[in-house]
């Protein structure tokens, strides 16, 4: 028995490598924006098409688009409060059928691209929510803002396109403040928790624990969903490494530089703690360093340059809108992308229209194809 | 005597249905926008011309264009107040003229659409001002920022063109906070009563008066003009309904969704009473339902979301201007409509380009004329 | 000896002319926009080119265009003082190598364009600092802040092109009120004094000095460049006439309007013997009347316009930011000069494009003969 033929040997080897080739390969098809999946899903039920189009939009926050990445992402937030799992569930629910309804375009609902605004106010209605979990009159306003988001998308766009820039998470950032505004603290209905500026706190007077500061780097992926515990931040990271390593490695990398940021200008400490001061470092630091534009090591210092710039603007708006008792959400990081996707000079020459924006590791392919392309087609001209 | 032959009983019936008829043609020749006016007005002399632009200028506060609702309305606010009165006129005129000498488009003068702006910041700085009633120092700011409006209006409009956005009453909206803030509430020369936010009374601690709720709706339309007595708002509807029946409808419709949202959040009492929750809704309403969409069944649904979304925003703006002592104006009904006209999908199916948006009902009419043109001349392709 | 021949003093009479008359055309050459040394500075070293740059980058400051201009307003800060100085001359180096290394336009970099929102940028955070003189750790948000202007001339010139309209000094105003906001008032690292609103300090109970008010009207010049001091502002008035007679009549007449508008809303004192409230009339005023638009009579008029629409703006948002202790830099000068470059009608007609923008003298000339040629043209087509 212990004998083996070496054909045997061979045989076996020779399955186990075909194996593991098809377990890699089927795990590659379930990496980067699994567009095959859009095909097979053509002729499937009204419901599993939603469900898949609002897993891509729970993935759109984060920069990716993947539906298995969302439902990592989905099970992460239910892990870290089921509450906050649901109302994220009914936002992305809400907005993308006020999508249909409201005749948007299918390409853009299918991508998901009209769901993760909804659920970004979900969440950060109910964070805010002082009246605790299940307060079910909560779901009134989380059904109404979900469903404005889909306006102001729409509208927006339309006013964006003419610079070839992406509405990114404007909507949301607009419905929350506007909604913070609207109840007030003292609402009788919906009560809130103010939010504090990083400044308003008087001097740091307790030391700074160095493992905490670090635990927050994590953290400030997890804070992109509003999202505080470290597991399920982990979780999150996961997703987005299933999505594309590169885009994990700029996160985590943008929000370290978040960290430093505010380490620079003395935040309170509890910020940096709670990984606030780093998710703006993050998205900013995503945005640049691989999705908008093609991977490069010029890329790559304006990733950390606009990360540093996202980070410092964050601490501004959040003083400045703490002054009225508002949270500065990701205005920072959206302003900052949204200015990066402007500039003109050496960076604009990497720069991916926003309609063939696919993951890091697609765009880094498909453009040295292109690039390659037109090689052979300016030789070819040459001749 | 009592025996009238068969021929005099019908002569005198057709006599009389001919002059019912010729009042009714003529009462609808004073309906709508009355175009017919413009072709009678060109030989007459400048001051009459002026008057006349003067009065659609009037209407264009309220979305409407019809020189006799403008009259309507200036009595309604002669009535309320003739202080106020005569600062709304000042303002009208002088922003006309200002607009004449400054060489802008003269279609646009003789359509009013450089007088309303400054009529609304005149009225608006009356209705701040705590010097009290014929404080004639008032008319040099008075002057000033009708003229200013002017400069705002024709600058706006460069920027709003690309997106074929009216320039609406942003001006006035820009113009009135910024003289609020330059003045500021202590100053020797121009003091002012501070807005209070909705929120900052406090609970409400006195029964809500239902009589009082909806007495504030038909008030609600009259605040447009910074008007809050009943009777003046009740002559101001019947200038819109003598414009466009569907327009005065949709302004009551607004008001009272913008009267159900403030009750909604709690606003403090008075805000429902005096008809200051209703105005942003009803604004926002009317713009969407007739007037630059065509009215259908779902323009109409539009428009009650756009009364929805313009009376929370203004709370929210409300809320916000509040801390720093300022009113929120129509910041929100102007924002809004704004966004709603930038909608894509199944609304921007229904929109009527700027330069041509006339009185609902002619918008609904030149539709179908051209819908059946359309039809026809397929039909004729088709063959 | 004292017999000179008809032709000694003939000869000596015309030897002086011609001196003077050479004395004059090197004069001539050293006025206006000198671009005649750019050919010259082709061939040189990149240090002496940076140095060309940065001077011309000083003069943008103050609307102007002229290396000398440039070498007379340094002058006049290390004058006034020399860390003020240091701060300028770091920040204008760093913003424009930061240009250079982010591979920004070349003529645009020459041109100073680059430079002049850093040096801004730097002698702000100087004036604003509490921490005093020569706290070396100070370099590190001006070099920052510098660098980040780069960024956002970049991103905003593409937005604002659509309009042909300068990016100016939205850069500097956005990014010092990031830095006063992100840092705030108790930083232990950069501690920063509070901007006062002109109306906080209560009413004024002093008597007002007229000679102090008429010293605050140079004084304002002086303030576009954050300097306080009579003598280096008047010697910045003399950069300027040095440059453009024209610009530098403006510049005292739109300081003068500006204070008046100060004295009619009863702004404080101190106010206006600073200059504080006449140097955004004065950009307001220099802008309009020569720069962007060819001078006229009309042109005139539109200048003294917005500086009275500058200086009022700028007292509203002095008072508005000011509740936040937040100044309000050259907001209001930059925010009408942009609307007075959309205005439509009369005004538009005497608009330079901006690429053509040069000294006022200039443009009149340039503008005559296009006429001239226009007319020739037009005759010859006529005929």
Redesign the interface.
């Known amino acids: 028995m212990w004998m083996e033929t070496k054909a045997e040997v061979e045989e076996a080897s020779r399955s186990r490598a075909s194996l593991s080739r098809r377990v890699l390969s089927s795990l590659l098809l379930c990496t980067g924006d699994m567009m095959h999946l859009n095909e097979y899903m053509q002729d499937k039920s009204f419901v599993l098409q939603l469900a898949v189009w609002g897993l891509r939009g729970v993935t759109r926050v984060i920069l990716a688009n993947n539906p298995l990445s969302g439902a990592l992402i989905l099970a992460a937030l239910y892990w870290a409060s089921p509450w906050q799992g649901l109302l994220g569930t009914l936002g992305i629910l809400v907005s993308t059928l006020t999508a249909v309804v ?4 299918s390409a853009e609902v299918s991508g998901g691209l009209h769901g993760f605004n909804g659920m970004l106010v979900s969440l950060l209605m109910g964070v805010f929510s002082s009246a605790g979990d299940w307060y079910w009159w909560l779901l009134l306003p989380v059904c ?1 803002g979900s469903a ?1 988001c889909v ?2 998308f ?6 964006l396109d ?2 070839d820039l992406p509405v990114a998470v404007f909507p949301f950032n607009i419905i929350i ?3 913070l ?4 603290q ?5 009560p809130q928790y103010p939010a504090v500026p990083p ?1 308003v706190l008087g ?1 740091n007077d307790t030391k700074l624990v160095a493992v905490e500061v670090i635990r927050g780097i994590p953290l400030g992926v997890g804070q992109i969903f509003a999202c505080g515990a470290l597991g399920p931040s982990l979780l999150i990271l996961g997703a987005v490494l299933l999505y594309s390593p590169l885009l994990a490695i700029h996160g985590l990398l943008g929000s370290a530089v978040g960290t430093l940021a505010g380490l ?3 935040v309170c400490h509890d910020s940096l703690y709670s990984g606030l001061s780093g998710f703006n470092g993050a998205l900013g630091c995503m945005a640049i360093g691989g999705l908008f534009f093609t991977f490069s090591w010029r890329t790559h210092l304006f990733a950390i ?1 606009s990360a ?2 996202s980070a ?2 964050d ?3 959040r ?2 809108l703490g ?2 008792g508002l949270p500065a959400c990701s205005w920072a990081a959206t302003l900052i992308a ?3 996707l ?6 604009a020459a990497y720069r991916i229209p926003i309609g063939q924006v696919m993951a890091p590791e697609h765009n880094l392919r498909s453009r040295s194809q292109w690039a390659a392309g037109n090689n052979a087609e300016q030789e070819s001209t040459d001749v």
């Open positions: 409201m005749g948007q375009d109404l404005t306006f102001l729409s509208g927006l766009s339309s006013v003419r610079w403040i506007l909604y505004l609207c109840t007030g003292d609402n009788p209905y919906f400044g001097p620079s200008v003395a340059a540093f710039l410092y603007a601490i501004a708006l003083n400045l002054t009225v949204t200015l990066m402007l500039l003109t000079g050496s960076l």
